[in-house]
């Protein structure tokens, strides 16, 4: 996923990734420009999976 898809249904993203993880907060999911390896480092990090497979979460929803 681009920055531009990111970006365009991040509101509805978040709400999905919170469904599922529940551990993630909106600290963890705010979303700046620029900042998408602090981002993905996050989400690994709570969720315990690889750069790649987070990738592919963002893809999936």
Known sequence: ????????????????????????????????EGKEDELYGRIQKKTGKTRDEVKKMFREL
């Open 1 to 32: 996923m681009d920055k531009l898809e990111i970006k365009g249904s991040w509101n509805e993203a978040k709400g999905k990734l919170k469904q599922k993880y529940g551990e993630l907060t909106d600290d963890d999911l705010t979303y700046t």
